[in-house]
């Protein structure tokens, strides 16, 4: 996989090596709070370009974290246009969602359709649970992998989303909270006009349906999608069911061959 230099710093990302699409059909996906692009493994697919960044200080990306979803917004305006990519479609998840509503707010031209996964107009992130993430990292990833996937989810891939955290650390997972928490587009999400998707597992419990129907409701040109039986890493937990509602999703905007479309699930 490979790196792009950007400001003097390299940044990494993941792709299924298609050509990045003059004609505004690469997908962008950006992950959430502590995480880094491994979650998007099974979205690496199809025969237009997928990219999956880590963010800075994420993962094998360098530093130095951003303090906020605007900063990343800015960064990532600096990351496409150092790939020579003009217009895309923009997916983020949970954390990576409220960057997209940035993104789309400084820069609406530059984005075909935006794709919201887990996520909402804001986030509520407990002292209690701030305060445990200093004071004991594991307990604070463990309680974090018991939320985020829904009841009966496999095992291997709550250990996978714990690695995750672990080797990204405590830093970036409370920078990152911090990050979400001082976010809310509630003031200002009816401007953003580009067709938007908003997803969301049935179970979640961290960005439970409620929020995302509220984001969706906001959006003027916004489709809901509850995805049944998973929890907040739809993506992951059902990668047949999140990945139908992208394709289609996209297919409707666009009349070309687009992202995910060959995907083998």
């Known amino acids: 996989m490979p790196y792009i230099t950007v400001a003097a710093s390299q940044y990494f990302y993941r792709t299924n090596n298609s050509p990045a699409a003059a004609d505004g059909n690469t997908l962008i996906l950006l992950h959430g ?9 099974k979205q690496l697919g199809g025969n237009s370009a997928v990219i999956a960044p ?14 906020s979803a ?3 917004a800015r960064w990532l305006d600096a990351f496409t246009r150092a790939l020579a990519i003009k217009q895309f479609y ?16 400084a820069f ?10 887990g996520t909402g107009t804001h986030a509520a992130i407990t002292a209690e649970y701030l305060e445990m993430l200093r004071t004991d990292f594991p307990a604070a990833v463990k309680a974090s992998c018991l939320a985020a996937y829904a009841p009966g989810t496999a095992a291997a891939m709550c250990v996978q989303g714990c690695e995750m955290l672990t080797r990204n650390g405590p830093d970036a997972l409370y920078s990152d909270l911090q ?3 001082s976010f809310d587009s509630r003031p200002w999400a009816a401007a953003l006009s580009v067709p938007a998707l908003v997803l969301c597992g049935s179970e979640d419990r961290i960005t439970p349906p409620a929020d995302a129907e509220e984001l969706a409701g906001l ?4 489709v809901l999608k509850i995805i049944p039986g998973c929890g907040h890493m739809a993506m992951m937990e059902a990668p047949g069911a999140f990945n139908e509602a992208v394709r289609e999703f996209i297919k409707k905007l666009s009349a070309v061959s687009h992202p995910l479309s060959a995907k083998k699930e």
Do not use: C, M, N
């Open 54 to 67: 880590d963010l800075p200080g994420h993962g094998q990306s360098d530093g130095p974290l951003r303090t």
């Open 108 to 117: 609406p031209l530059k984005v075909s359709g935006l794709i919201l996964a």
């Open 179 to 181: 990050v979400y928490t």
């Open 90 to 105: 923009l997916a983020g998840h949970s954390l990576g969602g409220a960057i997209a509503q940035e993104f789309i707010r």
């Open 70 to 72: 605007q900063e990343y």
């Open 219 to 222: 959006l003027p040109q916004a």
């Open 33 to 41: 709070s502590g995480g880094d692009s491994s979650v998007w493994e």
